[in-house]
């Protein structure tokens, strides 16, 4: 007898449709999947055969054949144990799926169903495709109800499941989860009122936490770049419900969400070390690639630290992102594009020893092993960093006394206004302007533009770096709530590409 069901296999952050199909016949007893299934989606017939056994449900004693369609899409993963283990079931006993559903979920030997990762994005695409209920692991069912308009039935264990199928039993569904936003927390781990002098860096810190502007921060060891860096997530504003839904899409497919909470209204911080490689930080894999460290840092701050150490072609990778907020990768298993929309926060030593130009300790590299070091950061990298500062050591007697710089809690005051002037003006960030946006949102007086121009040929600034600094001039001026740029503004943001200028 033949019985089909649904399910989805996922592509990215794209669910594609699977009929898994069950068909029970006469002749030798044997079990066939078929359908272009990868090793790990083959196993499931060994899983599949015992759970069903241990939850009192009859197995084909006849020649079964499951076939996954379509068949030439390749099918990774765990998450059709349970649409093939219904189909079994139903092929044997006769019955049929309800319309318009879909089963995930990975089997254990006893018949309980399991965690599999991605059932946010997969929920979500069903919804798209026209489903009406999805059966998903209880553990599982707090993020598939964050998905408006789709009936989300939490499964426990098969035997569970094929009741309610048979209508014998009835799963109570999972209500939908209202996303609202926590209240901000007054606690930060990282506080700007901690920060001993570095006015300049201080600066630069809430310009880029206003308009969204990437930094480096160059200095020699231990004059508080870590520090800096770390301080930026406490003035930045929480998610929005619509950017805290793609933060959980990502993180559900990477199977990173805390069960039954899987909203989290912290903006992500990530800070790899400087050995990850290209694939680890930008994404990678065999078949489908996963999401990296640019794309786990979306909507929030990316901090590279020790900058001209990570491998070159994995800084090299990292130019398309910082232009575009997106980054697409094509593996074996196709090619698939992930959001990456995050502030880099780059620190980095003026050479390798990291005392080169410092008043105190003198430099060990020679000029040739400097110009080396500094050579690693290329320019088309650098050109897309909207803020460069130097960061000086600090006095000894100076950190022995109480520091008298501003608390984030002010600082984020400002940010949060500067922030709601742009997104009230132009609907985006300062550093999302582009073309005719930037014309039209962030127009220069007469005298700003001769300035910026003039500036710009003297020192030699490419088209990228001369709109970087007419956005971070915009900034500037929203952070004053001037409704134009004047010279003062230009002249700030200018001052941030005097390094690029150098090199």
């Known amino acids: 007898m033949l019985a089909a069901v649904d399910s989805c296999v996922l592509a990215g952050l794209e669910a594609r449709r699977v009929e898994v199909q069950a068909d029970s016949a006469n002749g030798e007893a044997k079990f066939s999947l078929v359908g272009l299934a990868a090793t790990s989606v083959k196993e499931a017939r060994e899983r599949v055969r015992s759970a069903i056994k241990n939850s009192g449900l009859d197995f084909p004693r006849r020649r079964l054949t499951v076939n996954l369609a379509p068949a030439e899409m390749r099918k990774e993963g765990s998450a059709l144990d349970l649409a093939i283990a219904v189909a079994i ?37 069903l919804k798209k495709a026209g489903f009406r209920s999805v059966f998903v692991p209880a553990t599982d069912a707090s993020e598939a109800a964050l998905v408006e308009g789709i009936e989300v039935i939490p499964c426990i264990h098969l035997a569970e499941v094929v009741a309610h199928v048979l209508g014998h039993t009835t799963i109570v569904p999972q209500p939908f989860t209202v996303a609202t936003a926590d209240s901000a927390s007054d606690v930060l781990e990282h506080d700007l009122a901690e920060v001993h002098g570095q006015e300049e860096a201080r600066r630069a810190i809430e310009v880029a936490a206003a308009g969204g502007h990437h930094i480096l921060l160059s200095g020699p060891p231990g004059a508080g ?68 460290e640019i794309s786990r840092a979306h909507h929030g701050v990316l901090f590279l630290d020790e900058l001209a150490e990570f491998q070159a072609n994995a800084l090299q990778a990292l130019r398309q992102p910082l232009e575009s907020g997106r980054v697409t990768i094509t593996r074996s298993g196709g090619s698939v594009t992930y959001p990456a929309r995050f502030t880099l926060v780059a620190a980095t030593n003026p050479c390798p020893c990291g005392w080169s130009g410092d008043p105190v300790r003198a430099c060990r590299c020679t000029p040739a092993v400097i110009d080396s070091y500094q050579r690693r950061l290329s320019g088309p990298l650098l050109d897309r960093i909207d803020l460069q500062v130097g960061v000086r050591r600090v006095p000894l007697a100076e950190l022995a006394s109480e520091p008298v710089g501003e608390a984030s809690a002010a600082v984020r005051e400002r940010v949060l206004a500067a922030r709601a002037r742009q997104l009230e003006r132009q609907g985006c960030l300062n550093a999302q302007l582009k073309g005719s946006r930037l014309r039209h949102s962030a127009p220069l007086q007469p005298g700003s533009r001769r300035t910026l121009e003039r500036w710009a040929e003297q020192k030699g600034l490419t088209a990228r770096g001369f709109h970087r600094a007419w956005r971070v001039a915009r900034t500037a001026a929203d952070m004053e709530a001037e409704e134009l740029i004047d010279d003062s503004h230009v002249f700030e943001a200018l001052g941030y590409r005097l390094n690029d200028v150098a090199a």
Not at 95 to 115: K, M, Q, T, Y
């Open 89 to 125: 079931a139903l092929a044997e006993i006769g019955g049929r799926a309800p319309e318009h559903s879909a089963f995930l979920g990975e089997l254990a030997l006893d018949g309980a169903v399991r965690h599999v990762d991605g059932v946010l994005v997969a929920v979500r695409g």
């Open 225 to 292: 770049k870590t520090m800096l860096a770390r301080c930026l997530p406490g003035i930045l504003p929480p998610l929005e419900p619509g950017e805290a839904f793609e933060v959980a899409q990502l993180r559900s497919l990477l199977g990173d969400l805390v069960p039954g909470r899987p909203l989290d209204w912290t903006r992500p911080f990530r800070a790899p070390h400087h050995g990850v490689s290209m694939a680890g930080l930008i994404g990678g894999g065999s078949g489908f690639a996963l999401p990296g």
